[in-house]
T-cell receptor
């Protein structure tokens, strides 16, 4: 069955450094992959989508890569700020149809001043 | 303002007392979905709807019902709530889903925290 794995341990980094979060998936070849940000007690907010034929996508300080051979996506935040502290979720469309997104459990990022 | 609105935001109820969590979106989206979020398990889909009068089960539909009589509304019904349905619930919508969809991004509501005693 499909599986999405994100680091369950929180990532703690210093302000100004680059944060790198990982999303691995198995038994699957998705046409695209999405990243969301979730603040405590709030709904997830869409950040970026990357398609299977795109190696890299950027949006301001965010960069996402998609390696379909490794079945992995990396999410980078450059020049990180304390305001970037949140949980980041990756999501893929279900292989049996594109009627639903399956989410990873998320990785919590804490950026310290 | 484009948004997904859920009510109530917080609810404490007792086992067996029927309740409904409402969800409404003002973006004319075809697709709507309900998720529950539990610590360590992430977001799990309960039900989804591709359009009016078209609903289908997600990964964890047991104990829930939904209806989609109008495009904007997608209520979640717990006929006989049990303590294992204590969770944080999210409604979400998107214009459409599919392999070639433009973004497929989901717009989420603010969540409804339900406690069943």
């Amino acid at each position: 069955s499909q599986k999405i794995e994100q680091n369950s341990e929180a990532l703690n980094i210093q302000e100004g450094k680059t944060a790198t979060l990982t999303c691995n998936y198995t038994n699957y070849s998705p046409a695209y992959l999405q990243w969301y940000r979730q603040d405590p007690g709030r709904g997830p907010v869409f950040l970026l989508l990357i398609r299977e034929n795109e190696k890299e996508k950027r949006k301001e300080r965010l960069k996402v890569t998609f390696d379909t051979t490794l079945k992995q996506s990396l999410f980078h935040i450059t020049a990180s700020q304390p305001a970037d502290s949140a949980t980041y979720l990756c999501a893929l469309p279900f292989s049996g149809g594109y009627n639903k997104l399956i989410f990873g459990a998320g990785t919590r990022l804490a950026v310290h001043p | 303002e484009a948004q997904v609105t859920q009510n109530p935001r917080y609810l404490i109820t007792v086992t067996g007392k029927k309740l409904t969590v409402t969800c409404s979106q003002n973006m004319n989206h075809e697709y709507m979905s309900w998720y529950r979020q539990d610590p360590g398990l992430g977001l799990r889909q309960i039900y989804y709807s591709m359009n009016v009068e078209a609903t289908d089960k997600g990964d964890v539909p047991e104990g829930y019902k939904v209806s989609r009589k109008e495009k904007r509304n997608f209520p979640l019904i717990l006929e006989s709530p049990s303590p294992n349905q204590t969770s944080l619930y999210f409604c979400a919508s998107t214009p459409r889903v599919g392999r070639d969809t433009n973004t497929g991004e989901l717009f989420f509501g603010e969540g409804s925290r339900l406690t069943v005693l």
